[in-house]
């Protein structure tokens, strides 16, 4: 039986089938919790992952910058939420440091813990699955600049040269693409804090100073490109620059002497009283007096010294009768003496108002500028350092390519309008909250010009902003502020021979006008 059992076929499928079930059930039940395990890996990965970015981004905000753990874990809690019938550990949220950075990460961990039908009857236990991430932020940040080059293709846009001193620590900025946007010549003396650029930035900043250089930076942009130079109706009045010519004073010591003396004569008429007659002279009558004056005003045209004057005044006395007829004649005698004299002078003077000055200001003589906006419609202003030159709260506003040429002297400063003075002259609140502070504004109608210049010295005092989006801007001088930094923003600058910017910024003040916003970034790095 067992012989002819042995050579029997029939129900072979049946035993290998049999025998085989376990490892197929097993397997089945195996390749079931292998998915779920994968599910949960992919789930809470999804979860952490999240979750960084949401601490990261957290992190790069002010606002939120201290609470990007509870930001982390309700992101993780939400994204979680979706997988049901898992029990999930709370995560894990702390900051890292990422590429030699220091806590500019953040890390997120979690786990998985649960039991399945087949695993856990093989093993007796639940089985645990984790996941992490880490994601890598880097804050926005903002700059301000005193110095911006407005071209955006320029080589050269910002070029320093000659032995120039920029000590300001506010900022150098090009808008130029150019991969030499920013160029060094000569030997110059340059902490300027930091540099920026859209385009390539001279190797001289990183061989030479400790700036920090920001080259090919994007969100750099013109901080006035969508402001409109105001046009108040006191600035539509038609102007001319004037001087009124000064007057001099001349002052002296004065004194004088009198003399009085008394005479009498005999003859018909005092016309032919040729005789004196000695008798009857009256000698008491004959007096001097004396008189003085200090720091009188006198002629222009007097010299020092003394003057005399005679003055003679005939009486017919009571004695005699005809060709015997006694005169009485009375002698003054008027001795001036000047001494000490002393001249002085005014200047010449010139009190412009705001208005339009079509041909430009060129000064000629000691000036005031009125508070306001002044319109210059073509030519220039050009403010010559021989002359002292005052204005607080002026605006020049630069139309048919108007210029500004500024040469250093005895006396220049001059101090932008403000925000509330520009509301007072009917300017809008937004308007002039964008244009407080401008001291010069070229009209982007305008056409540019190369003329524009400052070569200042120790007494330049210039407070606020010059704007000229078309023209060029050469500074060979020297600028000092009082009140508020000193912003150059022009189509290209350059800054040559002995030129000193060290003081354009007051003590404790900044720049702030931004010029350069770098947006927040986050990645996942794990």
């Known amino acids: 039986m067992c012989k002819r059992l042995a050579r029997h076929t029939g129900g072979n499928a049946t035993l290998l089938l049999a025998l085989g079930m376990p490892a197929f059930i097993g397997g089945a039940g195996f390749a079931v919790d292998t998915a779920q395990w994968y599910m949960w890996k992919r789930e809470l990965q999804f979860a952490v992952d999240q979750a960084a970015l949401a601490g990261a981004w957290a992190r790069t905000q002010s606002a939120t910058r201290a609470n990007y753990s509870a930001r982390a874990l309700q992101e993780f809690n939400a994204n979680i939420s979706t997988v049901a019938d898992i029990t999930v550990a709370t995560p894990t949220v702390t900051l890292s440091s990422y590429a030699g950075g220091s806590n500019n990460s953040v890390s997120v961990s979690a786990a998985v813990r649960d039991t399945l039908p087949f695993s856990s009857f093989l093993t007796g236990k639940g089985t645990t699955v984790t ?44 808008l130029s693409t150019s991969e030499s946007s920013i160029l060094v010549n000569g030997t110059p003396d340059i902490d300027a804090g930091w540099v ?15 700036d920090e250089v920001h080259d090919y930076l994007e969100g750099l942009f013109d901080p006035y490109a969508n402001v409109s130079p105001p046009n108040p109706v006191e600035s539509q009045t038609a102007r001319s620059y004037y001087c009124v010519k000064g007057t001099t004073t001349t002052r002296a010591d004065r004194s004088k002497k009198t003399t009085v003396t008394y005479t009498y004569w005999k003859g018909a008429t005092w016309q032919t009283a040729t005789t004196q007659v000695t008798g009857v002279r009256n000698s008491n009558k004959d007096y001097t007096t004396t008189s003085t004056e200090s720091y009188v005003i006198v002629d222009n045209t007097t010299v020092a010294g003394t003057t005399y004057t005679t003055t003679t005044t005939w009486t017919q006395t009571n004695n005699g009768s005809g060709n015997n007829t006694v005169w009485e004649k009375m002698e003054t005698v008027v001795a001036t003496t000047l001494s000490n004299l002393s001249k002085t002078s005014t200047a010449d003077l010139a009190s412009a108002q705001p208005g339009t000055y079509t041909g430009g200001i060129k000064v000629s003589c000691a000036t005031t500028f009125a508070p306001g906006v002044y319109i210059i419609d073509g030519g220039g202003v050009e403010v010559s350092g021989q002359y002292a030159v005052v204005g607080s709260g002026v605006m020049f506003v630069l139309k048919n390519g108007a210029y500004i040429k500024i040469n250093g002297g005895s006396n220049i400063n001059l101090t ?5 003075e520009l509301v007072a002259r009917g300017v ?12 010069v504004f070229e009209d982007r109608s305008s056409t540019g010009t190369s003329r524009s210049l400052i070569n200042g010295d120790a007494y330049t005092v210039l407070n606020g902003t010059i704007y000229l989006p078309n023209s060029a801007m050469d500074f060979t001088g020297t600028a000092t502020v009082t009140s508020q930094c000193l912003m150059i923003a022009a189509n290209t600058i350059t800054i040559t021979g002995t030129a000193n910017m060290s003081t354009f910024c007051p003590p404790g ?15 996942l790095v794990v």
């Open 196 to 210: 920026l650029s859209r385009g390539g930035i001279d190797d001289w900043f990183n061989l030479h100073t400790d």
């Open 509 to 523: 003040m900044t720049e702030d006008t931004i010029v350069a916003r770098e947006v927040s970034k986050v990645k």
């Open 131 to 174: 996941a992490s991430a880490q994601a890598a932020f880097t804050a926005g940040t903002s700059f301000t600049s005193c110095l911006l080059a407005l071209d955006e293709d320029e080589s050269g846009a910002v070029t320093i040269g000659g032995t120039s001193v920029l000590k300001a620590k506010c900022g150098i900025a090009a």
């Open 428 to 439: 809008s609140q937004t308007d002039a909250n964008a244009l407080a502070g401008m001291l």
């Open 416 to 420: 932008a309008i403000q925000a509330s």
